[in-house]
């Protein structure tokens, strides 16, 4: 390693030990140890600080995210907007140094990390968006997309089953563009990797359909770069392994003591004695580092302005491309959209996966930047569009994805594929294996991506598969995620409005859809965007007032014939969003759920958590707050009381209960 | 194979296949086409379909739920409680032959599965107990515990994370007496495997540290069965690959429609031709099958008595063993343990997790059979049992286990281990990654299994690791999921009630612990196992009620005087449980939370969702309905407002509002 080389490198380590020191808080083993694999990374690869968000820059994911002082180290010292005010103020509040990497609100930051592993799948999804737009859009002589996708890991990351699941289909779909480099030191909280993970990582990634290098030395920046080179020579993905000692140089050199805890200051002294780095006073670079950085940030952001001399080439010799490029690139024109006579049109009886398969291949006509699919569960998701094929890596211009059955890796890939950009990303399953990809929905709601979640069979409607696959506390679950919308829509129409509501949105949507056939209702309308309306009003002032959702919203409205030939004034609140309904103005919300009535009875096939904030201690829910049962799904709403009657029977109850 | 054998597996296979067409509902493709390899598995298994429960049985779990049928096939012809009524009420309400096999509904069905890979990760756990209580109790030649455990899975399996993650583990932990059998169809419901899961699923296996066995035909008995006597000669554990087809013999054999819908009665027909099966009477099983299934099962059941002469020679050789593994298998005498006074000591200032920990320890030492540990983070969740060693392969007595950096895995394989018998399985993470391990924690429910869920950095208190590490709606998530609890202790006291609570209990617990340090409170006891009570009761009347959990508790008793000051009467009431409280008599909870009052604020660092249940339409809730922010963890709770003025302004508008 050359002189500039190393104490570039050294520089890293050293201010990142510091930052965390004078933080007293973060974990200093891993940017000490990987801060030459990070160097050679970022050395060669293609952006530009001046310009973090040009679009043909290769990304760059630290899917082990505990090591941010590392990304920010490096954001730092290229010139991004990453001052050392900010490194000083590393993990305080309001700093944009963060405990762990956080997109959009770092400038340079490609997603946020930190739960291990996830890096990893969306660096499999940014790699796939990356070849299924160079599909679309380059022409011979014109690759106006061409990046690569880099994924900084550790042990963790490959200890977590979601890295696996998305390895395996990145193997399979031959993601040559996609580098991991693994940061291999050996070290985890509890002591060595010996402990729990034996297994030989190189050869399972060689199963997976990977290329596999492996660096001795995580000193040897020549080995490393080298790695870096031959990984894009190849037509699969590349997974280099470097072995590295965790706080390399210091005292706490390989041991996991120095994962998660500053070293202590008389242990980075120690460390600058060793390493040779001559200056005392903390958070020095040296002059001649900056000047370094400085060289090579000028230098990885040259391709941009050929890149732009390419782009404009482009748009002269194809026209139309380049308009299609833009318009990937623009937000969707909702109200056009919702205008379409067309999305506002559907059978007499539909289920809603069905009315959403309708509009997802309506969309897809609109949209042509949708791309998505199911973790094998497409037929009964009704997810494909139609007419489309499937991406793959002899058709990488097609829109369906095969994400095997892995749902959480799906669900991370989506992220990939929106924080990439240019694209629409959906995803789908069933409703109750929200449970297996939720980790990944709330990194789409933490870094607002308006990813599609397509949850089918959302009820003990699922019938005859029985508990294993019948939601019940899976709404409340994903209700409760901040910045997360949930639509349980109640037929096709309100289908369509929980679409429109997510297209632009900044926050991942969930559609809860359902598996049976549900009546097209008269009431439902593009109104299902505020999230609650009435769809039924009584003749003046209420007795009581009924809120249901997705399918239940039929039983509310057979309920309230029988209730008013009682004398009992009912309104129905078709409740298919509860957040956007929440953040209706009070004198709307008023209006579909008046103060005064107490009277209030949800309908809800699914838990009763949270209704209360709608029904009140005096209200009652119609709900299920048990595991399903196997049987006919007709059996089984009888069985749990989802029947006129009963409904019928709880708000004359609630009603007589505050006489 | 010979005549009797193959007139057994194609009775299974027609059995299966049958069920499913009268049912119009269910998967006959695999239960057809692995129907060779699930007749070999039993017919070389240890089992008694007289006593079912014989402690020294292999296992069997089919991890591939949803080929129930074929259990159910089994189950019926060896004798075991399910008669052919019941396989003629396949997937009808009540019956016993759900869609899914469950564990605790069909005698004979080992584990609930259905969410695809959690079978293969229990049967990991399963191995892992047999071993652990092997090396505790086994003497030279008293090899009183000594089974196999068998797994059968599908591709779906093998392509989920969580099955990943214990195949490492098994690897690493080299659980020679495990062995997974793959039935290799290569068919999904979106259709062939290679769309989406082109690996070479033996070398991945091989790099994990297993034996790994290719049967190249799934009509080929000897070869399955020479490969299962193979399985048990290695120090590690084996994956069995048996080539299949889906619903072999059918017309619809290799074809994905075969997977999840019923054949046809045609279909049905032309299989029974095929295959020779000259019964067109559905429902038949030739005389001379149930002869040959009786012969098996004496067989198979051999062993049982051999074993009982074991025990009884055991018990007269090493009594005080004998008298410990009676007290493995008994319940907890949970009553003496409130009465130690140990439980009740704390410092006065102490995190609940610390509390956690000490409490553990206590425990160890009078529950000898606690095993468990942290994914990694055992000392952050402050869970090892001290002076006790890991558990590994030189050393399976050991009580604390290394888990590894997978979550998922973890809370399975703690599922299989309970499952096994004669443990109490606890494991470890943090509050935020419990969504990495709700999958499997919504099994430890439907079972009805005490595992203990020790989830420590429970709110914004996680300080600087920022929003990725804080945990908003977990809790929410969490109390939601049927049978399930939820203990958010006040200190180390209500911390000690938790797991007086976990430990007989026919649910899964989970403890939210707290990071920070926390006050032992004087007026928190063991009431606290009645889910929420008065810790500070009013002067009369409440004006007020302060409803709080875990570290907000200490608020509440803090603006309780600066409330009556003003003239508010104010009762404060802890909440570590609210499932336990929803269980109270109605008069209990109205004492603690008197109908009258609705003046009634929440207070808990976390999102509100579910409190309005107690707090009604009129209440309020401190909360945090946003994600975090990394900063450290005082500053947080400032920033998001669990201060004493907030709560006290809180309460006063509150009660200002009702007047």
Known sequence: MNTIDKLSI??????????????NSGHP??????????????????????DPSWRGRDRFILSAGHASMLEYSLLHLYGYDVSMDDIKQFRQLGSKTPGHPEFGHTCGVEATTGPLGQGFAMAVGMAIAESHLAAKFNRAGFNVVDNYTY??????????????????????LKLNKLIAVYDRNRITIEGSTDLAFSENVAARFGAYGWQVITVDDGNDLDSIENALHLAKRQDKPTLIIVDTKIAYGSPKEGMNSAHGSP?????????????????????????QVYAN?????????????????????????????????????????????INDREFAEFDEKVATRAASGKILNLLARHIPNMFGGSADLAPSNVTEIKGEGYYSPDSPKNRNIHFGIREFAMAAICNGIML?????????????????????????ALMKLPVIYVLTHDSIGVGEDGPTHQPIEQLASL???????????????ETSAAYMSALNADCPTVLALSRQGLPTLEATSFEAMRGGYV???????????LIASGSEVELALKAAPVLEEKGIRTQVVSMPCTELFDAQSDEYKESVLPKAVRARVSIEAASSFGWQKYTGLDGANVSLDTFGASAPAGKLFELFGFTVQNVVDTAIRTVDSLK
Chains 1, 2 share one sequence.
């Open 10 to 23: 050294d520089t890293i380590r050293i201010l990142s030990a510091e930052a965390i020191q004078k933080a």
């Open 29 to 50: 083993g891993m940017p000490i140890g990987a801060a030459p694999i990070a160097y050679a990374i970022w050395k060669n690869m293609n952006h530009n600080p001046k």
């Open 151 to 172: 994924v900084l890991t550790g042990d963790g990351c490959m200890e977590e089953g979601v890295s696996g699941e998305a390895a395996s289909l990145a193997g399979t």
């Open 263 to 287: 070293l202590g200051e008389e242990n980075i002294r120690l460390m600058k004695q060793k390493l040779g780095f001559d200056y005392d006073e903390p958070f020095t670079v040296p002059a």
């Open 293 to 337: 950085f400085s060289r090579l940030a000028e230098k990885c952001a040259e391709p941009q302005s050929a890149h732009a001399q390419l782009m404009k080439a482009y748009k002269t010799a194809f026209p139309a491309l380049y308009k299609e490029w833009e318009e990937y690139h623009a937000p969707v024109d909702v109200e056009s959209l």
């Open 420 to 444: 990439y950009g240019g694209l629409h990303a959906y995803c789908a399953t069933f409703l109750v294996f929200a449970d297996y990809l939720k980790p990944a929905l709330r990194l789409s």
């Open 479 to 493: 209700r409760a995620t901040p910045n997360t919308r949930v639509f349980r829509p109640a037929d096709g129409k």
């Open 535 to 545: 769809i039924k009003a009584a003749d003046g002032a209420p007795d009581v007032i």
